[in-house]
């Protein structure tokens, strides 16, 4: 298969006036699409950029967005999206990590640029979006593409190259660099063209961030199947119901939450979402609550659940539409994460031998599939760890199959914390709260939300008359706030096995009483 910059210049070629993006009230063509990702190509180079350079991004979803990561492949760099909902510190520490030569920043995020650029390591060169009277060093995003001709410097890829480098958040704190090739991409998207059934007249809405796997492999889609794509800035629920009626919008993702929201609020319910087909959901299961609600919302929408990782390109599994009847036989399998895709394959292993365990067993979730990443930037070490012999992958993730195939997740073995589709590490809180002088000790465990699936819970040991509002207020000032406990317990001891040890969950036990799930 040839490489995306290449597939985007067939598309450019076979359908030059096609509409490739909708993005607010901005439409561009495939032709016009391609000049511009050849035009930042040239601007990359200019710049110094070269293959294998890393290339970063601060940005909300947008059409410069995808044209930048289009632009740095076409002269064999690679996009490394940062997450905009990161602190100052984290956001530094990714680019720098990256080595990224430039760094390219949304309007709303001056004021991060302001605080990290005088700690930025590797980075020469400063880019704003719609930064119209930037003061140099600093650059305008427009004047500096529209300098530069549509002549970019010519670049065989090769489909094993890195075409993308997204960051997970890794148990020990520090986010770690996911390195995705074209190829990690060429084997998911025919699947997911013939699955979700998308034809020429197909109009894909992006909605989830493109920091995110979902909304970066999405974008991506959108070029290797030729068909239009509706850019939403951000994941409010209103503005993307009204989009779906404006742009008569066919296929979606979402995360459970923002249906949740559709159904709250009346204004969505005034919208006109008829012409949507197919509905994909995923990062947490879909309570039979929401779901019944989503469908009598969306009466003629096929339901797909889909499951994945960043480090597998995204879903590995899906749950179909026939699965998804709340008053039907199958009704238990609303609960699984569906069966692998086709040529992928799941084992469930003990997480210390790694040895299969039978039919209905509780492991760690193994994956062998041509979507698994490369590995993790400059982490031989972490990458040796995950990606086993054989091709597996090490999830992280513990679950069962049952006698059907279907894949259920029941706990995470790394206790990692996914709160409305975000990835929390608790570690990094951990690491957070510990430094305040009147903590002694802490755990940071996921509790039920009926609104975000779960959320972090600190509990901590204190040597003063620190408070709730305060412990959190601290960590606001060092992380995102998603990240950020939504409630502290206070206790005389963290519980811990003889090695020391915290005993999560023993911690977790009280608050999931009751639930389906040891997860949602």
């Not at 699955?195 to 290797?224: C, K, Q």
């Not at 068909?227 to 742009?247: K, M, N």
């Not at 601290?474 to 519980?495: G, N, Q």
Request: one cysteine or more; glycine letters at 8%; proline letters at 7%.
């Amino acid at each position: 298969m040839k490489a995306l910059t290449d597939v985007l210049r067939e598309r450019a070629q076979a359908t030059p006036e096609k509409i490739a993006y909708y993005y607010g009230d901005r439409e561009i063509t495939y032709r016009e699409f391609d000049e511009r990702v050849d035009r930042v190509a040239t601007a990359l180079h200019a710049a110094g950029v070269g293959p294998g350079d890393r290339v970063a991004i601060l940005d909300k979803n947008s059409i410069e967005y995808v044209e930048q990561m289009f632009g740095a492949a076409r002269i064999g760099a690679v996009q490394v999206p940062v997450n905009y909902r990161l602190a100052p510190p984290e956001v530094a520490y990714i680019v720098n990590n990256a080595r990224a030569k430039v760094f390219i920043v949304g309007p709303e995020f001056t004021g991060v640029l302001d605080t990290v650029a005088g700690d930025l390591e590797h980075t020469t060169h400063l880019v704003v979006i719609d930064g119209e009277g930037t003061a140099a060093p600093r650059l305008d995003y427009a004047d500096w593409i529209g300098s530069h001709e549509p002549t970019p410097p010519q670049h065989e890829a090769a489909t094993s190259d890195v075409f993308v480098q997204l960051y997970s958040s890794g148990t020990t704190g520090r986010p770690k660099g996911v390195m995705l090739t074209h190829d990690n991409f060429l084997a998911i998207l025919p699947r997911t063209r013939e699955a979700w059934d998308m034809d020429e007249h197909t109009r894909l809405m992006i909605a989830m961030p493109m920091y995110h796997i979902a909304g970066n492999a999405l974008s991506v889609a959108v070029v290797f199947d030729g068909i239009t794509g509706v850019v939403s800035r951000e994941p409010d629920p209103l503005g993307i119901a009204r989009d779906i009626e404006r742009r008569r919008v066919t296929h979606l993702f979402l995360v459970p939450v923002l249906l949740l929201f559709w159904q709250s609020m009346p204004e969505v319910a005034e919208c006109d979402l008829s012409s949507l087909q197919v509905l994909l959901y995923g990062a947490s299961p879909i309570s039979q609550e929401v779901l019944r609600g989503a469908l009598k919302l969306l009466p003629h929408t096929a339901f797909h659940q889909v499951y994945g990782l960043t480090e597998t390109t995204g879903a590995i599994t899906a749950l179909p539409p026939e699965d998804h009847d709340p008053d039907g036989p199958n009704v238990h399998r609303l609960a699984s994460a569906g069966l692998p895709n086709e040529g992928t394959e799941i084992k469930i292993a003990d997480p210390a031998t790694l040895e299969e365990v039978p039919t209905g067993q509780v492991g760690e979730i193994l994956v062998r599939s041509p979507q698994n990443m490369l590995g993790y930037w400059g982490l031989p070490e972490a990458t040796q760890a995950a990606l086993l012999d054989g091709g597996w992958f090490r999830t992280g993730d513990a679950g069962y199959l049952d006698a059907d195939g279907y894949l259920y997740i029941h706990d995470r073995v790394k206790d990692m914390i996914i709160s409305g589709g975000e990835n929390i590490y608790p570690a990094e809180v951990e690491n957070v709260l510990m430094s305040h002088p009147e903590v002694a000790d802490c755990a940071v465990i996921g509790v039920p939300s009926d609104r975000w699936g779960e959320t972090p819970k600190a509990v901590v040991v204190k040597t003063g008359e620190v408070t709730e509002q305060q412990l959190i207020d601290y960590c606001r000032e060092r992380l995102a706030h998603f990240k950020c406990p939504t409630s502290v317990d206070f206790t005389d001891a963290i519980p811990r096995n003889p090695t020391g040890k915290v005993l999560k969950r023993e911690l977790r036990e009280p608050y999931w009483e009751g639930q389906d799930r040891a997860v949602h």
